[in-house]
């Protein structure tokens, strides 16, 4: 697929899950212009909060680096992570506070934490099911991805002692 030059995306991102954990998807939908592209994938094993992060992730990796985004987003854990927790979590060595406990969804964190700094980001919530197009494009998006999981999702794995 051949990017058109940037200009300024709208992005809708969601992650679902059947069971938390069970089988998961993201999906995207962003708009650049008049250009739509939809995106998402499925996975085995996973929980909702890690495909709601690895829906922000894909989108920056495929349209960035160096773009202007307004990234739409139902998830209050995505956009509190990314604009108030992830910079003292990576200043802690990725260890959160109050706990002393490693940051749940460290690889997936670590990896927006990057993304960020290569990217203009502006997040911005939306209700769930509240009949904003491109939220709801997401979301069938993400639900569709759930029900053809292909890819075993390796950091979660990781985490359970699975691998």
Known sequence: MSKPKQDHYIIYADGACKGNPGPGGYGIYAQLGDVVTELSKGYQLTTNNRMELRAVIVALEEFGPGIKVDIYTD?????????????????????????????????????????????????HWVR????????????????????????PDLGYLRAIGSI
């Open 128 to 151: 769930g099911h509240s009949g904003v197009h491109g939220n709801e494009m997401a979301d069938k998006l993400a639900s569709d991805a759930c029900a053809k999981p292909e890819l």
């Open 75 to 123: 998830s209050d854990y995505v956009i509190k992570a990314a604009t108030k927790w992830i910079k003292g979590w990576a200043r802690n060595n990725w260890i959160a506070y109050g706990n002393g406990q490693p940051v749940k969804n460290k690889d997936l964190h670590m990896v927006l934490n990057e993304l960020l700094k290569l990217n203009k980001v502006k997040f």
